[in-house]
């Protein structure tokens, strides 16, 4: 491993921790062999193994199977990477500003030594974005990508919208949260998502796209009042990374650009990415997730980490559906939910009491209970009904069922007019 | 290819148009040599060539070196796949039911014969969720899979809560629209998500899930009542297919529920299809998309022939950076796209003809114009000025540009507020 700062350190960390089942996946065991870094002195999160230090990055590239670069930068990460090649190593790398400059070095270079160059982590994080396109996408005809792919300039624009904050006091606010470096001008000037799209826009067109062919403007032109006025007109401001291909060529830039609401990029907000495809068979696409931060991008050079390996080691073959976890199934009984419960029942005092106590009895506890005003039934609220809405805190299926039938039987309850699970909170 | 129906055409139709793409990604042309059909003398879409047609699966599985398998069902599919892996051929399905009922049988017999068995469409149709669970998220812990994977219950259920229509209601228009069968059992029961559950946690717990393991409820239960309650409390109504790793093991259901409004999958409408994953390291995913139809399910299965493929012709050597399609990159000033300009003017008759001629002048037209309420601006509104909101048609950049300048230009124009690209529309 090159390089050992957030991402590494939290790569060694997946490393460790995920041991057996890594291996298990890939086949053989994942060993680290080393790890350089600048300053072996420098104080480390204990998961990092001191022994494993080095300073001496260009020996350590020459006794790998699979060299991870994350030091970021041209230099000497181009060269590292080369020279692991050369050594018959294989790569992965998170490294866009590399990309973007000089990809087409490393992949050719990775061709003729029949190893393999992964990135997934370079453009969107742990967003897998560049299978999909490199693998799934293949038979199909890619016309559009649209971009969010910068979290810092989304989480500004987002701030800017639900607060009316003009960008700086935005920027300051990212600064303090540390979605924002101290100085965020690779993201509010639109570097970091220029260099994205370059290596998209690449993907995409099976086309060679250098960072200087992406047309750039950041975000610091962007007002409160323009993102004020955009809602005003049913549009959220994103900063997107957009490639085109026209019947002329290939469109690669990045600019703000008002998204309408309806649109499944305007609702990324914060810190996320997405990235939206449109393609001539498939249609249209999105792929949303964390775009930056330590264990995120962790997890996507981790994927290409046991891709690299399997490839080594199964000689390409493609992975099978290897069942080796083989967890016990759960009954549906034991699955744990909250609940949503719509009862009629006589409206008269104690009756919440008794159907709340016959929760209890069934170890259900209830999270809130509203009375539904009448009208939505036209029984309700006649003959002295009334319409409970009891949101129930998490329990077990079991537990749900038998306190529903407890409750159809209780005398004040005249009827369960629907019971409905809550997922996704 | 086994089967011939809306999907198949399409795939026919993709093998043919893109033959010199395909042929490019995969390193050797792809030659389709025969498509098994029960009736041979069935109208066709002209692009299916009938001297292809044959009646004896069978037969052509043997003299295949990649077999597609788009009929669906357990029985002939089942054999015939096992016939083609024993003559060594990999294959393609997107039959789910197959999949969840005796997948393992299929991967086992694969995996032996040494070949491969993609089915990438079984689960989400155009949406890349296979490859991303297999490779991009394998070094990672996935803990939870929430899916709106079909899209016939998808409709009816926003049916239900934009028009408050009743689920019968809402589900004879979706038969209308051609996105219901005849038939709903196997959609509005959870059936078919249920098979697609089965895969999906089979896939991200590497554990044998068989379709009876999973806890099925449909939709018919749900009334109009139910979905506008669930808005009232800030949630929509979804069908979800569930997979949970929990410590005691692993739990996979299907059954309607009510899901946040501000959760990315209560904002997927109508007919796609959306894939949530909460992983270990990755935190939330999204992947989003078409889950049915001819041509987008057609990208999936092409993608997955082109992946067997390349697998065949470069052993496994993973697809290299091919810039082979080489598009010549257009310069900014050619790109199209639309604009939003705020102006400050003096507001007094005449003025916005004289900024609408000078916009006709360069070539640009505008869709639509606003007077902006004063108070935005101290300034606007008083001294006898006003602002005004265009919005333009698709124009190249370059107009644009000269249109502003002349714009700024205008004496009646006092200031160009902002210029804001369109995009997404």
Known sequence: MLGCGVVGTEVVRLLTQQADDLAARVGAPLELVGVAVRNVDAPRDPVVDRALLTADADELVTRADIVVELMGGEEPARNLLLRAIEHGASVVTANKALLAQD???????????????????????????????????TGDKIRRVLGIVNGTTNYVLDRMATDGLELEDAV????????????????????????????????????????????????????????????????????????????????????????????????????????????EAAGELMFYGRGAGGAPTASAVLGDVVSAARHRVLGGKSPEESTYADLPLLPHASALTRYQVRLVVDDRPGVLAQVASTFAGQGVSIESVRQVPDGDRADVGTGGSAELLLTTHV??????????????????????TSVLRVEGV
């Open 103 to 137: 990809g087409p070095t490393l992949y050719r270079a990775a061709d003729e030594a029949g190893v393999d160059v992964y990135y997934e982590a370079a453009v969107a994080g742990a967003i897998p974005i560049v299978r999909p396109i490199r693998e799934s996408l």
């Open 172 to 279: 300051k606010e990212a600064q303090g949260l540390g979605y924002a470096e101290a100085d965020p001008t690779a993201d509010v000037e639109g570097y970091d998502a220029a260099a994205k799209a370059a290596i998209l826009a690449s993907l995409a067109f099976h086309t060679r796209v250098h960072l200087d062919d992406v047309y750039r403007e950041g975000i610091t032109s962007v007002t409160a009042s323009d993102v004020a006025w955009a809602a005003r007109t049913g549009h959220a401001v994103k900063l997107l990374a957009i490639a085109e291909a026209t019947d002329d060529g290939v469109s690669v830039r990045v600019h703000p650009a008002l998204v309408p609401l309806d649109h499944p990029l305007a609702g990324v907000r914060g810190a996320f990415n997405a990235v939206f495809v449109e393609a």
């Open 395 to 416: 329990a077990p299926e079991a537990a749900l069922a038998s306190t529903t039938r407890a409750a159809r039987d209780l005398a004040p309850v005249r009827e369960v």
